[in-house]
């Protein structure tokens, strides 16, 4: 490719792009740096369309080289393995924007390579990938109607801010990211702490003016590299054939639509129309597909391709939707708590034939994520798991590990719940959520969001607020639109846009937007906002009328965490000599677990409130320091001519003498006492060398108050 370089002001640092230098076989490759941190994307096209499909085959591999932080990954084989799941979620946010941008018809395989080359700790390289992707198809030879800007957004001390860092993103109150191009959106992601639509507006205003100058500088570098673009064979069908699908289908797909509103019914009566038209083939024998006869396939193409006039014709002539709703109502809704006898936490939320099951469970510090990444470890006490059976949609197939859809929607799903979660210091649970869709037909993470918040409060997690999410669709036709609140699958499917908007009573915490058009007005987008915010608040008030917050108490199965700060100094004596004294604390106490950090706050996690209290008064015995002439109970655990030591607190021994075990004369002390016998004892002394002088007949006789 030929050499050439640009350099972009953004968000007050400079984006240096270069092309011509590395990977020089790919169609296109190029280099995006800002700081210290450098990306390589590269894009290839196969040379001809892969057969026997019906849709656009692209590939998007985001990956970060440990050797890009100076590290050396973990575990045996020392080299990077399956993808992490922030690599996972940088690729969707790459695909997604891309992927509408390339011609309808594209039967090529496309990928895109991005990797991770250096990393400066302070600049995320996701959306560097994001603006390179799109900067390398768009001075390739490879098909492209591009190119688009680029930009996260954060709102910190009053002020926007492009480009943040990971510390300026901590300390925001937004994280956004826009793709956008010269008069519409392509994509939004992110997260908020509760904002309003109007804030969102502003967020969105300020970060879609500030990615222009990062369009139009890819523009001037294709001027200046760019190659001319291929001339691909695209699949479109003959509008002959396509008329003839037609003529034997859309009365019958009208007539489908009119009268049946259940999607199992609907779905049937789709399949054996297909099933009719394609049954005999010698009727198409006349008609071509390029250079052969038309298969099945190509029928079944163009049938997807009446249906989906069908249904959009629908909405704007009848103002009505497939299952004969209206723009704006929601399917009916459904929210059950602890439908689990045994778990910490469950919840049931249905919403027409969408359902999710959620199941909380607490853990303690030991079950934490530990995540590995460019810019450091981290461990997170917050996990939200999505699973999507077959099952949910009727299918007859194995379930797979979790795919990059399930990562996705598992992920906008916790950010939609973050920033109602208690923090760490007042509530010290791992708290593990898991999504299972039982039934799915549209927006089954929005439901995940509203099972999620219910299985909280129902396992007694002191969340902030009720979280609800709903989804908004679009269908256009020229200048005319409509938004469409609530959708299904088909709507997904045939319609434009799938907007996504989770939040509270007081306002958005995540937001997600994924288009099938070159891009969308902002104007339509702020109106889906303001349509979202109503649906929402009919989805919460469902919710509430269930449980309104979080129970009290913790579920009975779920474990006791205590906590207890003591002095760095007694930090040794808690642990003991290799660690028998912690050993010996949690088997006499029956507690699961004790950990310790290094500023002396002490964690005691235990499956039974008993054994969690019983760990703690002992910590407590052992840390607090003695006190003169305070009655304790003690334990004979060894007996000598003179005396017995007693252990009076865990850890503590001191020596009752004969002489202050009774008033009368005791010639033989094993005659009186025998170890492992219990009584109260009288601290008498601490004498200069620090050994501890204890009397059993002053503490019968001293009414003194007892720790």
Do not use: W
């Not at 590290?71 to 690599?87: A, D, L, N, S, V």
């Not at 259940?262 to 779905?267: C, I, L, Q, T």
């Not at 003991?576 to 006499?588: A, D, F, H, S, W």
């Amino acid at each position: 490719m030929t050499p050439g370089s640009i350099e972009i002001p953004f968000g007050g640092k400079i984006l240096y792009i270069e092309t011509g230098r590395f990977a020089r076989q790919a169609n296109a490759a190029l280099t995006i740096t800002c700081g210290g941190t450098t990306v390589l994307v590269a894009a290839c096209i196969s040379k001809s369309a892969r057969e026997g499909i019906d849709f656009f085959p692209l590939t998007v591999e985001y990956q970060e080289k440990t050797y890009a932080a100076g590290k050396i990954p973990g575990g045996f084989f020392k080299r990077e393995g399956r993808p992490t799941q922030k690599e996972i979620l940088s690729s969707r946010l790459i695909d997604r924007p891309i992927r509408p941008l390339f011609p309808e018809g594209l039967y090529n395989d496309v990928v895109v390579n991005a990797t991770v080359l250096s990393s400066d700790g302070e600049n995320d390289p996701d959306v560097l990938a994001l603006i390179g992707a799109s900067a390398v198809l768009h001075v390739s030879d490879i098909p492209f109607n591009g190119p688009f800007g680029a930009g996260r957004v954060a709102f910190v001390d009053g002020q926007y801010i492009l480009n943040p860092t990971y510390a300026e993103r901590e300390k925001s109150t937004l994280d956004f990211v826009l793709v956008g191009m010269e008069n519409g959106i392509v994509m939004i992601e992110g997260e908020a702490k509760e904002i309003s639509e109007s804030e969102v507006v502003r967020a969105l205003e300020f970060v879609f003016k500030e990615v222009q100058a990062v369009r139009q500088a890819q523009e001037k570098l294709r001027a200046m590299v760019g190659k001319p673009k291929l001339n691909v064979a695209l699949a479109k069908p003959q509008p002959e054939l396509k008329a003839k699908v037609e003529e034997l289908s859309l009365k019958k797909l009208k007539e489908i639509y009119t009268t049946i509103k259940e999607k199992k019914a609907r779905e049937d009566a789709q399949g054996e129309l297909l099933k009719s038209i394609t049954s005999d083939m010698s009727v198409y024998s006349s008609y071509k597909v390029g250079e052969r006869e038309p298969k099945a396939g190509d029928i079944k193409m163009i049938f997807d391709s009446v249906e989906y006039d069908v249904v959009r014709r629908m909405i704007f002539d009848q103002n009505k939707r497939a299952d004969g709703r209206g723009a704006k109502d929601i399917r009916e809704l459904t929210s059950e708590i602890n439908v689990l006898p045994r778990t910490h936490g469950s919840a049931l939320f249905t919403r027409g034939q969408t359902q999710s099951l959620a199941v909380v469970t607490l853990g303690n510090r030991r079950d934490e994520q530990m995540v590995e990444s460019l810019e450091g470890t981290s461990y997170s006490n917050f996990m939200l798991h999505y699973n999507f059976p077959a099952f949910s949609v009727g299918e007859a197939r194995a379930t797979r590990a979790p795919g990059r859809r399930e990562i996705g929607h598992g992920a906008l799903a916790a950010k939609a719940l973050k920033s109602v979660l208690p923090v760490k210091d007042e509530f010290p649970y791992t708290i593990r959520i898991v999504s299972e869709i039982l039934e799915s037909n549209g927006s089954s993470s929005m439901a995940t969001v509203c099972a999620s918040c219910l299985s909280l409060m129902a396992a007694g997690v002191p969340i902030k607020n009720s979280v609800a999410g709903i989804s908004i669709g679009l269908v256009t036709e020229g200048g005319k639109y409509s938004l469409l609140t609530d959708i299904m699958g088909l709507e997904d499917h045939f319609g434009d846009m799938d907007f996504k908007v989770a939040g509270t009573k007081n306002g958005i915490t995540a937001i997600q937007l994924d288009i099938k058009l070159n891009s969308i007005a902002p104007k339509i987008l702020f109106e889906g906002l303001s349509q979202a915010h109503d649906a929402r608040n009919k989805v919460l008030a469902n919710m509430t009328a269930v449980i309104d917050k979080p129970k009290a108490e913790l579920s009975q199965f779920a474990p006791r965490i205590l906590t207890i700060n003591v002095p760095i100094e007694k930090i040794g004596e808690i642990i003991g000599p290799g660690g028998r004294m912690i050993k010996k604390i949690i088997e006499e106490s029956k507690a699961d677990s004790i950990d310790i950090d290094d500023d002396g706050k002490v964690y005691i996690a235990s499956t039974t409130p008993d054994g969690a209290q019983r760990a703690l008064e002992y910590i407590q015995g052992l840390t607090n320091d003695p006190i003169v002439g305070t009655i304790y109970d003690a334990v004979v655990v060894k007996i000598m001519n003179f005396g017995a030591f007693c252990e009076f607190a865990p850890g503590r021994q001191g020596l009752v003498h004969v002489s202050e075990f009774s008033s009368e004369f005791i010639k033989d002390l094993t005659q009186v006492v025998k170890v492992g016998e219990r009584f109260k004892v009288k601290l008498v002394e601490i004498d200069k060398m620090g050994r501890m002088n204890l009397s059993k007949k002053q503490a019968e006789t001293n009414e003194v108050r007892t720790p």
